[in-house]
């Protein structure tokens, strides 16, 4: 079956600008995560949604990252006025529940580059 | 406090021979134990859990982990290695009891095989 997918690959924007990362997790998976990973290090837990809403934005690193799951699919992290140390590749992920014993699938993530 | 600790930021290995690479591990109850691999431009994609029961735990392309309680560790093994073995691999810890349901991820070992 499908696995996750994020859209785009690649995000090259100036500082300053608004962008918006997609993720499309796998069909039926209730829980989304998003990560930010920078080079040669482990994901940095940011949100995760479990359905709609967002259980919990703690990783949040300010007010400037948003993130939306409105119907329980598809996710997008929003980054406002974007700073060179958001430069980053944010991965998405999904599982099947949230507590306990289930592994996370990732996507392939979105290289973001801020000029 | 959870925690995560792989020791070694490199491992390298001859292609053919036994490959290790450690993670210990420090939760207030039980673990669930997870291992990840990233190749180059890709995203994390799991290889094996542990649950419970068993403490030699078999997973994807021939890799395996043995559960240690007394040791607090979660070694990932593999009789033989390959030069497509090489990447980046990651350890995450979430505690049983603890209803914190974020995943504790290590910091990452890198694996080179060489031919």
């Known amino acids: 079956g499908a696995g996750v997918s994020q859209t785009p690959s690649n995000k090259v924007t100036e500082k300053g600008k608004y962008v918006e990362l997609r993720c499309d997790p796998i069909?039926?998976?209730?829980?989304l995560y998003w990560y930010r990973q920078s080079l040669g290090q482990g994901p940095e837990f940011l949100i995760y949604?479990?359905?709609?809403?967002?259980?919990?934005d703690s990783g949040l690193p300010n007010d400037r990252f948003f993130a939306v799951r409105p119907e329980g699919s598809v996710s997008t992290l929003k980054i406002q006025r974007t700073e060179r140390g958001d430069s980053a590749v944010y991965l998405c992920?999904?599982?099947?529940?949230?507590?306990?014993?289930?592994?996370?699938?990732f996507g392939p993530g979105t290289r973001l580059t801020v000029t | 406090a959870q925690s995560v600790a792989q020791p070694e930021d490199q491992v390298n290995v001859a292609e053919g021979n036994p490959l290790t690479v450690k993670c210990t591990y420090s939760v207030s109850g039980n673990p669930y134990l997870f291992w990840y691999v990233q190749y180059p431009n890709r995203g994390l994609q799991f290889l094996l859990k542990?649950?419970?029961?068993d403490n030699l735990v078999k997973g994807s392309y021939g890799f395996e982990a043995e559960f240690n309680k007394s040791q607090t560790s979660f070694h990932l093994k593999k009789p033989s290695a390959l030069v497509s073995d090489s990447a980046l691999y990651f350890c995450a810890v979430r505690d049983m009891v603890d209803s914190n349901y974020q995943l504790i991820w290590g910091a990452g070992t890198k694996l080179i095989i060489k031919p």
């Open positions: 542990y649950i419970t029961g």
């Open positions: 069909s039926g998976h209730t829980a």
């Open positions: 949604f479990q359905g709609t809403g967002a259980a919990d």
């Open positions: 992920a999904s599982s099947v529940g949230v507590f306990g014993a289930y592994e996370q699938y």
